[in-house]
């Protein structure tokens, strides 16, 4: 008899090790017993941006917690087992932190938006100089979104329980978290909002069209009404989308108000969405 033991043989009943993939396809499953709402409508309700929607239940990347309970929470789930479970599946991924969304595969490079890059700078600064070679994604992967938070210039106003910065995308910061449409006005084929954070002291602007916008586009602006063009004023715009928001404006004093405006193109052609509104 031979004295080596021996080998185990595999459990071929042993569950698949979990995924982003295999989390994300449960997330369409939960998203059909929902009855499929849009990724509009699950902009309006959790405040997140369509391509981290989109995102998430595509499985590329492994969406932030943040990101999940707001789109459990909208299908009508209980996020908590959400969480920990990705929070296991991050874990397995990159042991270094489960509070950052983690890339799956690599994405094409991309040109930076202003707000990233305001973060990107702010993250930075809390891990010191670094040689011209060390990227600054390499950098916002070690950081969590609070210690990111802590880095940005305080806000303007001292009313603001969160401080974060003007120009930044609302949905990249904790303003998110108790946002509210504090104004809108439908004009014509489109809805204009106001977005506001009283922890932030910030607002943004949205615009949402409501007839065929393919190969249409869409613009938003938002603005100090003391200064409409001047610094502080926010613009988005994209085609091809159903709309569109613009970066947070941390408002400079209690009597200022924050309006927005709009257009829209039909054939190409640019229509003016009227007046502002403000808050």
Request: hydrophobic letters at 40%.
């Amino acid at each position: 008899m031979s004295d080596l033991a021996a080998e185990p043989v595999p459990d071929a009943a042993a569950e698949p090790e979990d995924s982003p993939g295999l989390l994300a396809a449960d997330l369409r499953a939960l998203r059909l017993e929902a009855d499929s709402p849009t990724l509009v409508r699950l902009q309006s309700e959790t405040g997140i941006s369509r391509s981290v929607l989109s995102e998430a239940f595509a499985g590329k990347t492994l969406p932030t917690a943040r990101t999940l309970d707001r789109l459990v929470r909208a299908c009508g789930g209980d996020p908590a087992s959400w969480i920990a479970r990705r929070d296991r599946i991050a874990h397995a991924i990159d042991p270094r932190g489960t509070d950052v969304q983690v890339e799956v595969t690599r994405a094409p490079r991309r040109t930076m938006r202003r707000g990233t890059a305001i973060v990107l700078c702010a993250a930075a600064l809390l891990v010191g100089s670094f040689v011209s070679g060390v990227t600054s994604g390499l950098v916002v992967a070690t950081l969590t979104r609070d210690q990111v938070a802590a880095a940005l210039p305080k806000a303007v106003n001292e009313r603001a329980q969160i401080n974060v910065a003007s120009g930044l995308d609302a949905a990249q910061t904790p303003c998110v978290d108790d946002a509210k449409v504090a104004t809108g006005a439908q004009r014509n084929n489109v809805l204009i909002e106001i977005i506001w954070s009283n922890k932030c002291y910030a607002g943004w602007a949205r615009i949402t069209r409501y007839d065929a916008w393919e190969n249409e586009s869409v613009s938003v602006s938002l603005y100090p009404e003391t200064a409409a063009n001047g610094p502080l004023r926010q613009t988005a715009s994209l085609g091809d989308v159903q709309g569109v928001y613009t970066p947070l404006i941390v408002r400079p004093t209690e009597n200022t108000l924050l309006c927005a405006v709009g257009s829209y193109t039909v054939g190409g052609e640019s229509v003016d969405a009227g007046d502002p509104i403000c808050i």
